[in-house]
């Protein structure tokens, strides 16, 4: 048998003394760095990716449309080839992508054109926002209500403004402050 030097010899678990013979320890040893290193470097990346592809996702169902719409009613009728979705009576609409919940009597989805028409007694809130009106059309995409009163009557729409972030901005008064002499 020949004499084998420690160096040419890699470690191996389980092997009397820990060693055996399977070639040039260097080599070996180099390959399985490369290899753990290959592995937590692809690990890493599958991370990055997937949470990239979340985010995209979200980002593009608030932006531009896209995700659930949840239309509750008495009554419905769908065509699935042209994407014409009719309900009637006690219809609700759900859209979480946009925070937008409506009511109304009757309500039409176009699925090509990305719109909504609701009539009749048609009530949308979004937040803290609020809009009434008898016909309202919403343009998915765009993220636009288009609105138009009962008869002789307006619409009515309650919007929250935000605070100003503006430093320069002056406090608003209460009516219990006095004006100064």
Do not use: H
Not at 26 to 32: F, R, V
Not at 109 to 127: A, H, P, T, W
Not at 146 to 172: F, H, L, N, R
Request: aromatic share 4%.
């Amino acid at each position: 048998m020949d004499k084998i030097s420690s160096a040419s010899c890699a470690m191996v678990p389980g092997t009397p003394g820990g060693r055996g013979i399977i070639g040039k320890s260097e080599g070996w040893l180099k390959m399985g760095r490369m290899a753990l290193w290959a592995i937590s470097a692809l690990m890493a990346a599958s991370v990055l990716m997937s949470q990239a592809i979340a985010a995209q996702t979200a980002s593009r169902a608030g932006a531009g449309g896209g995700g659930q719409l949840k239309i509750t009613s008495d009554i419905q009728e769908a065509d699935t080839k042209s994407g014409v979705v009719i309900a009637r009576g006690n219809v609700r609409i759900e859209y979480p992508a946009r925070k937008v919940v409506a009511t109304a009597e009757k309500a039409t989805y176009l699925r090509d054109e990305k719109k909504i028409i609701l009539s009749g007694n048609v009530r949308v809130v979004q937040d803290e926002n609020r809009m009434n009106a008898e016909v309202m059309t919403y343009f998915i995409d765009k993220g636009l209500f288009d609105a138009q009163p009962p008869s002789g009557k307006q619409v009515e729409a309650i919007y929250t403004v935000p605070p100003s972030e503006d430093p320069q901005e002056p406090p608003q008064k209460t009516s219990e402050s006095k004006p100064q002499q």
